[in-house]
């Protein structure tokens, strides 16, 4: 059994230091009241069943927390005195110092909590530890300073979760969609230098590359690109080539025809190497927060405003999806699948019918599924249903990052407007913990809700009004050279986070356990499914009354929750204990998500998450588990038709996974030993997690750097559906 001391590093259990910190307390108090060396032996054991209970690795906190318990089981209301003393004495003696241990143990690699915090950063880098380290200053400062108590002992608790506080002492946002055609069209400027429009297709695919890096490190969220936003370029090289091979046959009498067979050869080359430069460049780049930029390209034929345009970006989209089927290659020289440029394909009838016109499209992005795990898909038919904006008309765009959607948007000129929009900031409702601080009242739950969405509220409030105020000279790529503004110099955002052009998220997490404990049945369950609805409705409800309050646009978000999934479960399980079938394992489900351990066939889980996607505005997905899909390119094709008809987002998950010692490219096993949950390669056994690549969704994208404890459960837990 292992134990995370607060410092963060994992040491093996010691039972001596219960009975030692036991002994201890015994000894202050008169002889009268003390403890039995028989008792004191039987409060350690105690403790340790109680902790190898957990199934997983304990904290500090938590095994003081049984002693006290176990203490006062014993009548030894003395000792517990003492005991309690001098925690709470330790604990003010920490205040000081406790900031300094942690960034201590993150240049010695030895916090287990943080190099398991996020699957796509490599916490042994300089620059990963860089930014951890100034994130856990902001951390600090944040705790102190810049919210109120009662907001960080709720995020301490688990009631809810106050996202990013390690870039909350900035004035940074969250995420957004890059307006990729001004800067293009109309130059932009980077690191101080003016970038005029681009004269060819791979010099618009380069500066492409850079101003997703410049983006990436000046927020901390998602970003998202459109493959429309290149495709005029496509034709601008193709009239050059064009003029180049006229040129070089001058001398020869050769047919038009031929002329143009060449240049569209030599197209589809520069074709090839812009792609390769934007999946190279941003597998390889590390911006500032220490790793590669978090960025989604959007395949939409739709967006084409001509023939012409369309047909040169339906050969973007085939290069792209070409590339990533093929993936990038280790260190080891082996092709593995890379966890981004996250693709997103929209599904159109254009192409989502044998015989359609790009249906060919949609057969290279349904092996591109099978052997990469993306594209993941859009549905443009629920789309244009959900997406309604205030004249009526309905729109098709793309999520920023993995699952955040800003909501409709018509500017002053009644054009509907989603490229250079953002997302101010995430604050998320433990709804497991609101269903089980009710004790299964209703009137309670109601009551108990509207309290913790009231907690949200003000800790939004904090994020947005930590955004007001800030000049565009903070981040010039952003607010002055057309990724989401041309401000001037020295002017404040603040016009750009009202009236709905940025949106504020209302995130939620657990809606499965909260239904689970209130009803005793699965949302999923015809009669529990109209509480979850309500439960749904309610959160809108809540966002709806904060908007015309504010004229801010605050949305209800469905949480991709990553380490915070082993922090809840951890928090309900202190507070809590141990609920079968609610807080009976070390995390807790996705937002509306059907639980990872249910059965359900992929078509009715589709089906029955479509209607909390539509209650989901500010962000959603769902998923379905599928094994390897390779060979049966049909049934994926299948799905992908009836998410076209059926439901908005989703993703198919797979596993795509190589061992560098013996070259096993099967499933790399989740094994147990010690308490602790493992990667080993079932083939040679190596569990060395430096020489085996892993890929898997871990809540809307791909993570590559492994997960805590929590996520890996949930991952071991998940049924097939197909």
């Not at 904290?59 to 005991?83: G, H, L, S, T």
């Not at 390209?297 to 047909?311: K, Q, S």
Request: charged residues 25%; glycine residues 6%.
């Amino acid at each position: 059994m292992k134990i995370i001391k607060r410092n963060g590093t994992e040491v093996p259990f010691d039972l001596s230091k219960i009975l030692n910190a036991v002994r201890k307390a015994n000894r202050e108090v008169s002889e009268a009241n003390r403890l039995s060396e028989e008792q004191i032996e039987l409060i350690a054991q105690r403790v340790t069943e109680l902790a190898g209970d957990l199934n997983r690795a304990v904290n500090v906190e938590e095994i003081q927390d049984f002693v006290e318990n176990q203490i006062m089981d014993q009548k030894a209301f003395a000792v517990a005195r003492k005991y309690i003393t001098y925690r709470y004495s330790r604990a003010l003696a920490r205040k000081s110092n406790t900031t300094d241990e942690r960034i201590l143990t993150l240049i010695e690699c030895n916090n287990e909590e943080v190099k398991q915090e996020n699957s796509n950063k490599n916490p042994t880098v300089n620059s990963v530890q860089r930014d951890y380290m100034a994130g856990e200053v902001s951390k600090d400062l944040t705790r102190r300073i810049l919210l109120p108590p009662d907001i960080v002992e709720a995020h301490d608790l688990g009631l809810i979760h106050f996202h990013d506080a390690d870039y909350f002492a900035q004035h940074m946002h969250n995420c957004d969609l890059v307006n990729l055609e001004d800067m293009l069209q109309n130059g932009t400027v980077i690191s101080g230098t003016f970038i005029e429009k681009p004269h060819s297709f791979s010099t618009a695919c380069n500066i492409a590359t850079q101003i997703i890096a410049q983006v990436a490190s000046n927020q901390y969220g998602g970003q998202s690109i459109s493959l429309t936003h290149l495709a005029p370029f496509v034709d601008i090289s193709r009239q050059r080539i064009r003029r180049e091979v006229s040129e070089e046959l001058a001398d020869v009498a050769v047919m038009e025809e031929t002329v143009n067979r060449i240049a569209e050869k030599r197209l589809r080359e520069e074709i090839k190497k812009g792609i390769q430069t934007i999946q190279y460049q941003v597998v390889t780049l590390l911006t500032t927060n220490g790793q590669a930029p978090f960025v989604t390209v959007f395949m939409y034929l739709g967006e084409a405003r001509n023939e012409r345009e369309r047909a040169d970006l339906a050969m973007i989209i085939e290069e792209t999806l070409n590339q990533r089927i093929q993936g990038v290659k280790n260190e080891a020289g082996v092709w593995v699948t890379p966890a981004f440029p996250k693709l997103i394909y929209v599904l159109e009838e254009d192409n989502v019918r044998p015989g359609s016109r790009y249906y060919y499209l949609t057969e290279l992005a349904a092996r591109c599924t099978a052997k990469r795990m993306v594209p993941d898909y859009i549905s443009e038919k629920k789309m244009l249903e959900y997406k309604i904006d205030k004249n009526g008309n309905g729109h098709c765009y793309t999520c920023m990052g993995c699952r955040s959607f800003l909501t409709p948007y018509v500017d002053e000129n009644g054009n509907p407007k989603y490229y250079g929009r953002f997302n101010q900031g995430v604050v998320t409702i433990n709804l497991v913990d609101v269903a089980l601080s009710s004790r299964r009242d209703m009137e309670e739950f109601w009551r108990i809700f509207d309290e913790r969405l009231d907690l949200c509220y003000r800790a939004l409030m904090y994020r947005h009004n930590r955004l007001k105020g800030t000049l565009s000279d903070a981040a010039p790529i952003l607010w002055q050279y057309g990724a989401l503004a041309r401000l001037k110099k020295g002017e404040p955002i603040d016009k750009l986070l009202y009236g709905g052009y940025s949106t504020i998220s209302l995130g939620f997490a657990g809606l499965y356990e909260c239904v689970k404990y209130m009803t005793g049945k699965s949302h999923t369950d015809e009669e529990a499914k109209p509480f979850a609805l309500a439960v749904m409705q309610h959160m809108n409800d809540a966002c709806k009354a904060w908007k015309a309050k504010h004229n801010i646009d605050f949305s209800l978000y469905g949480t991709p929750l990553e380490s915070t999934t082993y922090k809840f479960a951890k928090c309900l399980q202190q507070r809590f204990g141990v609920i079968p079938g609610v807080t009976d394992k070390n995390y807790i489900t996705n937002s509306y998500h059907v639980h990872v351990t249910e059965q359900i066939d992929a078509f009715t889980k589709l089906k029955f998450e479509s209607e909390f996607q539509q209650l989901s505005p500010g962000g959603a997905i769902s998923y379905v588990e599928v094994p390897n899909m390779q060979d049966n390119i049909p049934a994926v094709l299948a799905l992908m038709q009836y998410i076209y008809d059926n439901i908005m987002y989703a993703e198919l998950n797979t596993k795509s996974d190589y061992c560098q010692v013996c070259g096993y490219d099967g499933e790399i096993a989740i094994v147990e030993e010690d308490g602790k949950l493992l990667w080993e390669c079932p083939h040679c056994h190596n569990r060395d997690q430096s020489k085996m690549n892993v890929a898997r969704r871990t809540c809307g994208y791909i993570g590559t750097q492994y997960w805590n404890q929590g996520r890996t459960q949930e991952i071991k837990d998940r049924v097939l559906h197909l």
